[in-house]
């Protein structure tokens, strides 16, 4: 297999900035897609894999970017689905083993075959190759991984999407946040932003939960009807049996048990934020009036298209700041310290 080489910005080990380097690109296959990225997140994800704090090394140097959002320079001759000059994206996973019962239902985020899910970064391919991610100025990726963004969504603000608002859109559509429904989203950042936005546009009744009032306008921008800081334990206790479903975008240690005391009877409280701790669960928060605490992880590729099939309908994008390939060890601390309104975005062209 014949490659080139694209400009990328790097983690050349665990906790150590970022750097530009080249990384390889295989030349497209038969059913592969050659993307130009015009724009990459960042993801809190991202911070977590190059810090190496979910507990695995991972495979350094490591280039990150799983929100990508780009143009389709060439396609192999097999390719089907997409066009030079389409506007096309890629999220979290690049490939599965796709025979799976999960692959075949769509779940490919789910995949239990033995290739499993493959990462957009730091995994290794059915190739045998290390996976580099939306870091670069291009990608190589499957047709059958690649996503169509509709035309009515910036691609800047398009490319959180393919993170934040399908790891939103998931359990609020599983759950079936809509009309008459009342839902509570744990957390105003990268994550929560896309979710007040996605449920306002479900017809779902929106509450934010933060941890201070110092967002709440912003929360009301966006689509939210009430707004709440968690700090205050008088939160709990008036907002108590209020709802039918809560997801928790924090990837903090929190009191599931204070959370949990906001459902109504067969609520449910999603965790989709990934802290590095487990947490802990009262079993009589459950039980008592038969609550549910749930996961989800982002979406397959069917859904992945409906999210943004939905967000174009409605005119939903990230909201962002574009930086600069050279600013992105910055925006890594300003991540950190909660200094986003709300999404990182690399401007490709800088790398």
């Not at 409906?306 to 409605?314: K, R, T």
């Amino acid at each position: 297999m014949t490659h080139t080489t694209v400009p990328a910005y790097a983690a050349p080990s665990p906790k150590a900035p970022l750097e530009r380097i080249t990384v390889p690109r295989r030349e497209p296959g038969e059913h592969d897609v050659l993307i130009e990225i015009k724009y990459a997140g960042i993801c809190h994800s991202d911070l977590h894999t190059v810090r190496g704090e979910w507990g695995d090394d991972g495979v350094f140097p490591l280039v990150p970017g799983h929100e990508i959002a780009g143009v389709v320079a060439a396609v192999g001759s097999g390719v089907t689905r997409y066009a030079v000059g389409d506007r096309v994206g890629v999220g979290c996973f690049v490939d599965s083993c796709r025979t799976c019962e999960n692959c075949l239902a769509g779940l490919q985020q789910y995949c239990t075959g033995e290739l499993g899910s493959v990462g957009t970064y730091g995994a290794t391919g059915r190739d045998g190759q290390v996976t580099h991610g939306g870091y670069s100025t291009h990608i190589v990726v499957d047709e059958n991984y690649v996503l169509r963004i509709p035309g009515s969504i910036p691609l800047d603000a398009a490319a959180p999407l393919l993170c934040a608002g399908i790891t939103l859109y998931s359990p609020l559509a599983h759950w079936k946040a809509g009309p008459g429904k009342k839902v509570a989203v744990v957390g105003l950042g990268g994550l929560g932003h896309m979710g007040v936005k996605i449920a306002h546009a479900m017809g779902a009744e929106v509450t934010v939960l933060s941890q201070s009032l110092r967002k709440k306008d912003d929360g009301l921008r966006l689509g939210a009807t009430h707004f709440h800081a968690t700090s205050d334990p008088a939160t709990f206790e008036a907002l108590a049996g209020t709802f039918d479903l809560i997801v928790n975008t924090v990837s903090a240690d929190v009191d599931l048990g204070a959370y949990l005391g906001l459902l109504k009877t067969d609520g449910t409280l999603v965790q989709v934020g990934a802290p590095e701790q487990p947490l802990p669960v009262a079993p009589f928060a459950l039980i008592t009036q038969r609550r549910s605490f749930a996961g989800s992880m982002i979406g397959g590729i069917p859904e992945t298209q409906e999210m943004l099939d939905f967000c174009g309908e409605h005119g939903l994008g990230a909201d962002i700041e574009l930086i600069r390939a050279d600013q992105i060890n910055e925006a890594y601390e300003r991540v950190l310290a909660s200094d986003v309104r709300y999404r990182f975005v690399i401007d490709a062209a800088t790398i």
